[in-house]
């Protein structure tokens, strides 16, 4: 065995919980995460423990045969990555082993997920990913872009890796057929002994011969013969596959004349399961075809569990039974592609396109998903009259069920309650918003925004009319700003307090403008370009990324080169000093300024007023009113983060909860704070009462900002005390001493930052 697999070890055990469709649907508790991914999209099928597991890229779910419930098991819940590729049941030690691209593995048993990292730490040649999982025993063999990784299911631990070649050729399944180990690999099918040789040796592996070299994609055995497909077999018809049958003595085409694609072949119960895109065949010993599934139209992969009911893995309807036109998943949006999140109220929109490094179109045909009620829906490409690259969404804070969409290449879209009701585009908007020059048809949307008044302010790339304007009487304006050109792009726009419209222009600084609320008089418009000079906006670099206006009216923008504010934006158009600063903070010792090595991707900005900071490859910053000093920093490492690259960020002010856009997809962490109220307003503890079993925070809602929170016992003994973020308090239910409170009944008092105005309510402790 190569040294360096030796003493592979179990790097993580965590307890697992099974998160169900009913108890997501609840909402998520203050410091608990929860996932937001797409689960229709179904890549593997597994039968075990009573059900049916079925995994997609990012996650797993289980389909409990009893009561027929959906149990999500995911990074939140105890998973280590994303990133699936794999998935096996084994029967023997009881235990679901989960196999990612990057060769990193999770074994799911009883109550419990063990990791193994070593081979993902490793440095190897060739390419990493698991490809499929087979089990001997109390033996589980991985076959993997650089050969088989062979795994105790006991001791939970690699026992030898087998190199099939000298240049480590990828293998994508294997078999054991009669007294021989047989690899399906990217360049043929390799046997070699199952005893009595090195197996670790290429040089015990031989290539058959006596069947076409070429990609053999999977392989099983059925009636005493084994059965291989070799992809694309026949050159002259795309996408055609042949099965190769070996009896064990000669080898024989399955289907002599029938071309077919193939993804996968699986035994079992008697029967052969002939996977492909738009079907699965099932057969019997005697090569007779038994029945033919025909809703699917991606299949991947397909099972007979041992009620005779067959299981689909659909990569669109989710996994299907049998016959049935659609498949079950637990609710999610409809993809893991997220570009930019916008919330209003609870309603939280996704726009899930995208654009090429160059600017250019990456055609993602992905709708739209909201998240509205706890539940996700999806309006479909073909519902938005067939736009692709929806990049910026913009909810009406007046109207949480209107919602304007930014396509980059189609326009602006407008729904209502999710459904389309008009595109804006050159033809019907006087000219006003334009498509690229020399580009026909591409009108490229690069942000939306809204001001108090319920205008809707649009940027528009490599046009004359870079920002545009819908007013509330469906009139449309367009400003030109000569000093720009016209290969200009443009990204997000914000309508900050004192209605100037701010533009980033990536590459170029941001464009501020001034209409002074006269839309049709240009005579009396503003602009200032930002650069990174003194005396023209400071910036630390004209690579702007994001902008977000705080609770103060400062305007925080996140760049290439870190953070930068805007302290003062009432004065860009005076001749008094309006230069963003950036900020000094200490770190052992030493000051710089604030994640100045990081490239800012997304800035949102919560009830209490910290800043919560997105960035391309470290994950995510909670950081003070002031951005001085960090309050949380989350990475894939030590939370349920997806990735460390995070492009957007949205936040529900009314329960805490924040929403990250990750490369990865979407998860979610319930924050301690909340937006606060004008005055008192039903201010009540949650949970209330307080029992035994709860070890959770609790949580004093209805708040005005900066209230002064003191909890104190029926004799006027103080408790705790503590200032509210935003418009909730936080309470560990300890005393000053760390003493968790006794039973009884404990009272709250909350005074505004003056005092003039006060609350008292109760919380029941029972111990």
Same mark, same amino acid.
């Given at each position: 065995?190569? *040294? ?56 797993? =779910? ?113 078999? $054991? ?15 070699? #002994? ?7 040796? $290429? ?18 055995? =059925? ?64 090569? /007779? ?6 809703? #699917? ?18 990569? $669109? ?15 999610? #949006? ?62 009406? #804070? ?20 999710? *459904? ?13 918003? /334009? ?78 403008? &001034? ?71 200490? /770190? &052992?010792?030493? =000051? /710089? ?17 910290? *800043? ?47 929403? =990250? ?100 309510? *109760? ?5």
């Amino acid at each position: 065995m190569p *040294k360096q697999y030796s003493n592979i070890f179990v790097s993580a055990i965590c307890v697992v919980l099974l998160c169900s469709a009913e108890v997501l649907s609840q909402g998520v508790s203050i410091g608990q995460w929860m996932d937001h991914l797409p689960y229709r999209n179904i890549i593997a099928v597994e039968e075990g423990n009573n059900g049916i597991y079925a995994a997609t890229t990012e996650a797993v =779910f289980f389909l409990d045969k009893e009561d027929n419930s959906l149990n999500r098991i995911t990074k939140v819940t105890g998973l280590s990555d994303v990133g699936i590729s794999a998935i096996g049941y084994s029967a023997v030690s009881g235990a679901l082993v989960v196999a990612y691209t990057n060769s990193n593995i999770d074994i799911v048993q009883n109550t419990s997920i063990v990791n193994l990292s070593d081979i993902k730490r490793k440095n190897i040649l060739g390419k990493k990913s698991i490809n499929s999982i087979r089990f001997s025993g109390n033996t589980a063999y991985l076959s993997t872009g650089f050969g088989i990784v062979v795994m105790d299911m006991a001791k939970l631990e690699i026992k030898d890796t087998y190199f099939i070649t000298v240049g480590q050729d990828e293998v994508n399944e294997l078999a $054991f057929y009669k007294d021989s180990i047989y690899a399906a690999a990217e360049s043929g099918v390799y046997a070699a #002994p199952i005893n009595g040789v090195n197996l670790t040796d $290429f040089s015990s592996w031989t290539l058959i011969t006596e069947i076409p070299t070429g990609n053999y994609n999977t392989v099983d055995i =059925f009636a005493d013969k084994l059965y291989v497909n070799r992809a694309n077999d026949h050159s002259d018809e795309i996408d055609n596959d042949s099965i190769h049958v070996y009896n064990g003595s000669s080898w024989t085409y399955f289907y002599p004349t029938v071309f077919r694609t193939t993804k996968e072949l699986r035994a079992n119960y008697g029967v052969l399961m002939i996977t492909e895109p738009d079907g699965v065949s099932k057969y019997d010993s005697d090569y /007779q075809l038994i029945t033919s599934y025909t809703n #699917p139209s991606k299949a991947k992969q397909a099972l007979q569990d041992d009620n005779n009911s067959v299981w689909i893995a659909d990569g $669109f309807a989710g996994l299907m039974q049998d016959n049935a036109p659609w498949g079950v998943y637990p609710n999610g #949006p409809g993809s893991n592609q997220v570009f930019d999140l916008a919330i209003e109220g609870e309603n939280l929109w996704v726009a899930p396109g995208g654009r090429s490094g160059a600017w250019g179109n990456i055609y993602s045909a992905s709708g739209m998903y909201a998240y509205v009620d706890y539940k996700w829906t999806h309006a479909e490409y073909e519902e938005l009259n067939s736009i692709a690259d929806i990049v910026v969404v913009e909810v009406d #804070p007046n109207n949480n069920n209107r919602v304007f969409a930014g396509s980059w290449g189609g326009g602006v879209i407008e729904l209502h309650n999710g *459904k389309l009701v008009t595109v804006y585009d050159e033809a019907n908007t006087d000219s006003v918003l /334009q498509n690229v020059k020399n580009v026909d048809g591409y009108l490229r949307v690069g942000g939306l925004d809204m001001d108090n008044d319920g205008n809707l302010w649009v940027s528009c790339t490599e046009v004359d009319n870079l920002l545009c304007v819908r007013t509330v009487n469906g009139s449309w304006f367009g400003y030109k700003f000569p000093s720009f050109g016209l290969n200009t792009r443009v990204s997000h726009v914000l309508v900050d307090a004192n209605d100037q419209k701010w533009v980033l222009i990536p590459g170029n600084g941001i464009l501020v403008f &001034d209409d002074n609320g006269t839309f049709d008089n240009t005579n009396d418009d503003q602009f200032v370009r930002m650069t990174n000079s003194a005396g023209s906006g400071n910036l630390p670099t004209k690579e702007v990324n994001c902008i977000a206006e705080d609770l103060d009216g400062e305007i925080w923008i996140g760049t290439h080169e870190g953070i930068t504010v805007f302290y003062s934006p009432e004065l860009v158009f005076t001749n008094e000093d309006f230069d963003s600063q950036q900020i000094l903070v200490e /770190q &052992d010792g030493y =000051f /710089q300024y604030l994640l100045e090595a990081e490239v800012v991707l997304s800035i949102a900005i919560d009830g209490a007023n910290r *800043k919560w900071i997105g960035t391309d490859g470290a994950g995510v910053f909670l950081m003070s009113e002031d951005g001085t000093q960090e309050i949380q920093h989350f990475t894939i490492d030590n939370s349920p983060l997806f990735s460390n690259t995070v492009g957007s960020i949205a936040i529900n002010q009314k329960s805490g909860e924040v929403f =990250f856009g990750t490369e990865k997809g979407i998860v979610s962490y319930r924050g301690t704070a909340t937006g606060a109220e004008e005055v008192f307003t039903d201010v009540y503890a949650f949970p209330n009462p307080v029992r035994e079993d709860f070890g959770g925070v609790i949580a004093i809602k209805g708040l005005v900002a900066d209230a002064d929170v003191k909890i104190t016992d029926l004799t006027g003994n103080l408790i705790y005390q503590t200032t509210s973020l935003g418009g909730q308090a936080i309470w560990n239910g300890r005393n000053f001493k760390g003493e968790r409170a006794h039973t009884g009944v404990y009272l709250v008092f909350a005074t505004n930052e003056d005092g003039a105005t006060k609350m008292v309510t *109760k919380i029941l402790f029972i111990n």
